[in-house]
Every structure is written in structure tokens, then in C-alpha cells.
């Protein structure tokens, strides 16, 4: 439930609506809308709480036709959220672009492809240490020698870096080395993990699992900032479909739907959708188009030998071409790619 209070209300009729709902032992949001001042009750609002709000000095109206995921809903907190890490931004006019291979294979791998996407102009490099695989016997990672291979190279490059963490237990240990910790498709309703990360102050990246709906994978972001994390950074990665063509199917429409229902910022990762490296670009530039505020995408040096998901990475030189498309869909729809680009 929310509580829209007049233009005119002043300073001490607006605490004393907050005073009431936290005396009662309600969480309580604040948020705003131009001159309008949005007051949010956490959780289930009981039977005529709305009633007593409503007779209360300041409060023009109050409303039960809001979503349950209060803390990132754009019905409590009408202004759009940025997420900073490490000096880069997600969230305002830059599209920021995350680049790098599915796994950390080795230091000579991974430092060589660093300092390719960052020529290129990518502002962040991602790279697994810790896989979680279909079947058990796949590339599972190098953890924590994947995770000190990463960091090194984005030192040096001076990326700030992307890592997924697969399990509760290795949130400390990860959120050590890398400045944004991923959750996973598969790890999407880990709700323990979701927990996890929201004790830590590392921003959080979650990718929509690829059976969820839009509400579901929104209330596991509410799992992150109701733990005290509001640093959330959502991903649309596709989702499955009857189709067969592709991996997954890219829900383009997910980016303008995420936007209005939350304050949190929105990106695409087009290499899981595609499932091949040819279509990556195209639905780079379509994400671009339809709001996104940035792109994670896999590049590889040698794809044809990579140990994951070489089909669909990039090669380097595809990572170039992929990057001149998205600035010029991002110069027509008013944004920026920030970084070189080679000739």
C-alpha cells in the first residue's frame, strides 16, 4: 500500500504519517515524484490502516493497486536508480558494456581478452571462476585462482570486473576480488543466496531465469534490497520458448516493461539469448533501441577452443563490429557508448 501525500503537506505532517506506520511497526519507504511525496508500507497493509491514513492531515490519497515487491517498484520510488561500481555508472545516459569470456581459463587468456574489449571501449569485464553446468561433468571453474586471474587483469586494464557467485557460501570469498557479483539464471530464486548477497554492500547483478515471469524475477531483486543491498542491477538474458532456432528467446519487450515497473537499471545480455556469435550483434543493437542501460556480453579470443560457450562468444574482431552498431543505435536513441574504439 502507498500514501500519496498533498503538494501542500508540510514537513511535520509528512513525519507524522511516517511516526505512524513505524510506531505500528510497519517498514516504511519515502520516496518521490516531482513535487509529490510517496509514502510505502512494506508487506501486507491489515484492513483499515488505509482508512486511518486517509483521514490524516497531508494525505491526499492512498492506494492498495501497487505491487508487492515495494523496495524496487517504481510505484513507491518513482525516481530511476544508478548503480556505481568501481567509477562506472549503470543506469544514466552511457550504455555501459560488460565484456569478457564465459570462464577464466587461464591468465594469458583472460589478460589478452581484457585489454582486446577495452581497446574496444567496453567499460566492465566479466569472466566465470565458478560455473555452474548442466551436467556435472562440465568445466566447473577455476574459483578462487579464476577469481584472482580476473582481478589482476582488470586492475590492469583498469576494468572494473563481473564475476557470478553460485552459492551462499562463497559470497565473502567472491565479493573480495570483483566489484559486481552476478547471480546467475540458474541461481535466480536461490533465495538463500539472493540473502546473501543483499548483507554485503557489492553491487548485485540478477539475471531472469529463463522460465520466470516479469513479478518473479522482480520480488528476487526485492530478496537482495530487503537484506539491505539496494545496489541491484537487473538482466534480461532470454527465456525458453518453443522456439529452437535460438538458445533462448531475447524478451526485448522485458526492457520497456522492467523500466516502468522499477527504479533499477536494466541491461541485456544477448549472447545467451542468440546462442551463436552471428546474431549477438543484431540483438545488441535491439536492446540498445528498447531502453537498456547496457550490455554483458561473452568474447573469447579463440571461441573454437574455449572450454564454455564458444559458439556463442565473440571473437575479438566481432566485439569491434558489435561495438560501432550499438553507437550508432545509441547516438539515435540519446545515449552514449563511453570509451576508445578502434579505428
Request: with cysteine; charged share 25%; aromatic share 4%.
Amino acid at each position: 500500500m502507498i500514501a500519496i501525500l498533498s503538494r501542500e503537506c508540510t514537513l511535520k505532517q509528512k513525519a507524522d504519517v511516517v511516526r505512524l506506520l513505524e510506531s505500528d511497526g510497519y517498514r516504511v519507504t519515502v520516496g518521490v515524484r516531482g513535487d509529490e511525496t510517496i509514502v510505502g508500507v512494506l508487506g501486507a497493509a491489515p484492513p483499515g490502516l488505509a482508512e486511518r491514513l486517509a483521514t490524516m492531515p497531508g494525505v491526499r490519497e492512498t492506494r492498495h493497486d501497487v505491487p508487492p515487491y515495494a523496495l524496487v517498484s517504481r510505484a513507491y520510488h518513482p525516481e530511476t536508480t544508478r548503480v556505481r561500481a568501481s567509477g562506472v555508472t549503470i543506469g544514466g545516459d552511457e550504455i555501459v558494456v560488460i565484456a569478457g569470456p564465459c570462464s577464466v581459463e587461464s591468465e594469458a587468456q583472460i589478460r589478452s581478452i581484457a585489454r582486446s574489449v577495452a581497446a574496444s571501449g567496453a567499460r566492465m569485464l566479466r569472466g566465470g571462476a565458478f560455473k555452474p553446468r548442466t551436467s556435472p561433468y562440465g568445466f566447473q571453474g577455476m574459483g578462487e585462482d579464476g577469481l584472482r586471474l580476473l582481478a589482476a587483469a582488470g586492475e590492469e586494464t583498469g576494468l572494473p570486473v563481473v564475476s557470478e557467485v553460485v552459492g551462499p557460501e562463497d559470497v565473502e570469498l567472491c565479493a573480495r576480488y570483483v566489484d559486481v557479483l552476478q547471480i546467475g539464471a540458474r541461481s535466480m530464486q536461490n533465495f538463500r543466496l539472493l540473502a546473501a548477497c543483499g548483507r554485503q554492500p557489492k553491487p548485485v547483478l540478477i539475471k531472469r531465469s529463463h522460465m520466470a515471469t516479469i513479478d518473479e524475477f522482480l520480488n528476487a531483486a526485492e530478496y537482495v534490497v530487503s537484506h539491505g543491498n539496494p545496489r541491484v542491477i537487473l538482466c534480461e538474458r532470454g527465456i525458453r520458448t518453443f522456439e529452437t532456432a535460438t538458445r533462448n528467446t531475447l524478451d526485448v519487450s522485458a526492457v520497456p516493461v522492467l523500466r516502468e515497473r522499477s527504479h533499477l537499471p536494466v541491461i541485456v545480455d544477448p549472447s545467451h539469448a542468440a546462442g551463436k556469435r552471428e546474431w549477438v550483434g543484431a540483438l545488441s543493437r535491439a536492446a540498445v533501441a528498447a531502453g537498456a542501460d547496457g550490455l554483458l556480453v561473452e568474447v573469447h579470443d579463440d571461441p573454437e577452443r574455449a572450454v564454455s560457450d564458444g559458439r556463442q562468444s565473440l571473437t575479438i574482431e566481432g566485439f569491434e563490429a558489435m561495438m560501432r552498431g550499438v553507437r550508432r543505435i545509441a547516438e539515435a536513441v540519446d545515449r552514449t557508448v563511453v570509451g576508445p574504439a578502434r579505428a
